[in-house]
């Protein structure tokens, strides 16, 4: 079966640009998440769906970063405007179900250059 | 706060070396650990993973990790590696059964040199 896609692969704007990332979950996978990676740490959750609703977003900075997940598919993940610490690897996951035996899938990520 | 620690950034080894990457985690009732695996450019991937049941868990590429409850461990091993083993490790835990995101520990580097 394919695996996460995440688009696009690499992303650099100025700060207080705008930027969008865009997650394609495996087929069937109701879970989905958005973790930031910033270099030299490990993955830190950003937000967490269940189908097209938010189960986990305190860890998402509002003022700023705003994600969708409409129809319960597809996914996107916004930053507006950027700052320079928000230069970092954005990992897209997702889990067929949100039980722990469920495996977690990661797609290979957009790495995101703030200037 | 519920944390996991990996104790070494980076752990250099020659090729057919045995190698132990540590990794501990803040105490609780219930604890679901993970090892992933991160490739340069890549995702990270699903190494092994402790549900519950018998305390070492074996997983792919020859990966093995013990449970250690008392000493709050999950320390992952290898007898032999090989040089496509150079990777990022990340150690994760989960405290809930349902929902809850992975926890990472900040990932230690393994350098295998001929």
């Known amino acids: 079966e394919a695996g996460v896609a995440q688009s696009p692969r690499y992303k650099i704007i100025e700060k207080r640009q705008s930027v969008a990332f865009w997650c394609n979950p495996i087929s069937g996978h109701a879970t989905l998440y958005w973790y930031q990676q910033i270099l030299g740490q490990g993955p830190k959750l950003l937000i967490q769906?269940?189908?097209?609703?938010?189960?986990?977003d305190s860890q998402l900075p509002k003022d700023r970063f705003s994600a969708e997940r409409l129809k319960g598919v597809d996914s996107t993940l916004k930053i507006q405007p950027a700052k320079l610490e928000d230069s970092a690897v954005y990992l897209c996951a997702s889990r067929r179900t949100e039980k722990i035996t469920d495996t977690q899938y990661f797609g290979p990520g957009t790495r995101l250059t703030v200037l | 706060a519920q944390s996991v620690t990996q104790l070494d950034s980076q752990v250099p080894v020659f090729e057919e070396a045995p190698v132990e990457l540590r990794c501990n985690y803040s105490s609780s009732v219930s604890v679901y650990l993970f090892w992933y695996v991160q490739y340069p450019n890549q995702g990270l991937q699903l190494l092994l993973k402790?549900?519950?049941?018998?305390?070492l868990v074996k997983g792919i590429n020859g990966f093995e990790a013990e449970f250690n409850k008392s000493q709050t461990s999950f320390h992952l091993r290898k007898p032999s590696v090989h040089i496509s083993d150079t990777a990022e490790y990340f150690c994760?835990?989960?405290?809930?059964?349902?929902?809850?995101?992975?926890?990472f520990g900040k990932g230690t580097t393994l350098s295998v040199s001929s």
């Open positions: 769906f269940q189908n097209n609703g938010v189960v986990d």
């Open positions: 994760a835990v989960s405290y809930n059964q349902a929902g809850t995101a992975l926890i």
């Open positions: 402790y549900l519950s049941g018998s305390t």
